[in-house]
């Protein structure tokens, strides 16, 4: 639990920096919320899917492995939206089975930039803030969290992960997922208007 509250304070505090320096740059929370309110208003909906939790093996016995649950199933539904700069903004909630076969949930907003690759494939790098709540962590208290995301994209199909940090044998996992665009524009879609 020290690991992953140390780096849940450590996020704050990062945001809380990034927050006392925007005094500096007028409008940043109006903008903040604008960006929330466009992607609420203006966001399609996306359904995402948990695949596969890939503990990694310098923090975890084989033996932890083996008992942990690294296929989770669960469920999350959110609205998604591209700015004209063809960035990703989204708003989601989801739940699914933590490692320890336990409900686990997660909301907040996540954000990417892309690059495009041949084929209509596009890679992506951004992060998510929110929250998640556990049963081993304070008994699902919710805990606040700012993690890295990337995707390969096609189309409306995105595959996705988000590294949690941690110590031996907690955190320092890999959470995979896929993402799924329901109104069947790609974000080339959005960039030319179609």
Known sequence: MKP????SLT???VLATSLAAADDQPGFIDRAKSELKLTYELGHTELYLPIHTFHAP?????????HYQNSPPGFGIGVGRYDDQGDWHGLYAMGFQDSHYKPEWIA????????????DFRFGLGYTAGFTTRTDYGHYTPIPLILPIASLDFRTLSLETSFVPGGK?????FF???KWRLDGRSPTDWKTGK
């Open 4 to 7: 992953l509250l140390k780096g």
């Open 11 to 13: 996020g704050m505090l």
């Open 58 to 66: 310098w923090a975890y016995t084989e033996d932890q492995i083996k």
């Open 108 to 119: 907040g907003y996540g954000w990417k930039t892309y690059w495009e690759l041949p084929h």
């Open 169 to 173: 044998g907690n955190g320092n996992v």
């Open 176 to 178: 995979m997922w896929a």
